[in-house]
């Protein structure tokens, strides 16, 4: 089984940056697909970005490519997403999410993708 607790989230000014963390429990960390997925009120929950298992390869929306970064530590079952130079429409319910099966090397990013999830935490950002 697998669980994911998301955290770091926060309220900033336009500009600001936080540090998301998310822990995952699960017997095979390592091999896991992660990425962080937000949600804004009335809107559909999307992709933000995701990384491999090892850590060599990541992908991003376009919307945050240049100011947010996902990052993992193996060694302490989290992962996190680095959010940078925020602004107001980056105002969400930012979630975690893991994708434990086997995956060929090409981009997931769909909800339906992923197999467990977090409760997420918000993040605010205002003007």
């Known amino acids: 089984q697998v669980q994911l607790e998301e955290s770091g989230g926060g309220w900033v000014q336009t500009g600001g940056s936080l540090r998301l963390s998310c822990v995952v429990s699960g017997p095979t960390f390592n091999n896991y697909l992660l990425a962080w997925f937000r949600q804004a009120p009335g809107k559909e929950r999307g992709f933000v970005a995701a990384i491999t298992p090892g850590g060599s390869n990541e992908y991003y929306r376009d919307s945050v490519k240049d100011r947010f970064t996902i990052s993992r530590d193996n060694a302490k079952n989290t992962v996190y997403l680095h959010v940078n130079s925020l602004k107001p429409e980056d105002t969400a319910v930012y979630y975690c999410?893991?994708?434990?099966?086997?995956?060929?090397?090409?981009?997931?990013?769909?909800?339906?993708?992923?197999?467990?999830w977090g409760q997420g935490t918000p993040v605010t950002v205002s003007s």
């Open positions: 999410a893991a994708k434990t099966s086997y995956h060929v090397e090409r981009t997931y990013t769909q909800t339906y993708d992923y197999d467990y």
